[in-house]
């Protein structure tokens, strides 16, 4: 199947400083693409939907200015973890859509805030 | 999107069929029901979907009731491998156009030797 890379895997950042996950489809273009958040213990969240060459469309209760999505290229999607602190520590994952509709999600990003 | 329910937990003894159902009473006509699980610490996995008529691939079954209010995920074999989340989702249409997957619960599987 279609593959999505997710970089860093793992993360530690210190409370303040700004964190960049790129998600990235290696085997077809995505024209959407997804993030998802997931704490311990409980499902996934939609948190936004990125679209190339758009803005993203981010769900209710997510703040745009502190989770910045770019989604610069039909294969590229990044979010910016902006100002981060401990409760941001969380599983961040991104899902791109391929033509027919099809999601594929990468590996995930473990971000702990410190 | 329709919202669906899955049990909390069930448990599948290796080598026997798992068998995981979801109800979607309120799925509309334009909903597809798919399937992903989560193995602990990884991305969720594509496992299978369907509309109406019942499908089947090389990781599993989809069984989907006539009047689409309810279906059910087979793992014909199960193996230690298959312990994960399941996650039953209704999305509308299925193609680059349709809805966002939005995750419920799912069910936690464990398989046991």
């Known amino acids: 199947g279609a593959v999505v890379s997710q970089h860093p895997s793992r993360v530690i950042c210190k409370s303040g400083t700004s964190v960049k996950i790129e998600c990235r489809s290696l085997d077809f273009q995505a024209t959407t693409m997804f993030w998802y958040r997931q704490f311990p213990k409980q499902s996934l969240m939609l948190m936004a939907t990125s679209n190339e060459g758009s803005k993203a469309t981010y769900e209710q209760g997510v703040e745009k200015d502190k989770f910045l999505i770019n989604h610069a290229s039909l294969t590229l999607s990044t979010l910016t973890v902006t100002s981060a602190h401990p409760e941001d520590s969380s599983f961040y994952i991104c899902?791109?859509?391929?033509?027919?509709?099809?999601?594929?999600f990468g590996q995930g990003t473990r971000l702990t805030v410190v | 999107d329709a919202k669906t329910t899955q049990p909390t937990s069930m448990d599948c003894a290796e080598g026997r069929a798992a068998n995981l159902p979801c109800n979607h009473s309120?799925?509309?006509?334009?909903?597809?029901v798919y399937w992903y699980r989560q193995i602990h610490s990884q991305g969720p996995q594509y496992i299978i979907h369907g509309l109406k008529n019942n499908e089947t691939n090389e990781m599993a079954s989809l069984i989907i009731t006539e009047d689409r209010k309810s279906s059910t995920l087979i793992l014909p074999h199960a193996t230690l491998r298959d312990t994960a989340v399941y996650y039953c989702?209704?999305?509308?249409?299925?193609?680059?156009?349709?809805?966002?997957?939005?995750f419920g619960q799912g069910t936690e599987l464990s398989v046991k030797p």
């Open positions: 989702i209704v999305r509308v249409g299925s193609g680059n156009q349709g809805g966002k997957l939005i």
């Open positions: 309120t799925i509309s006509g334009n909903e597809y």
């Open positions: 899902s791109a859509r391929d033509n027919a509709g099809q999601a594929f």
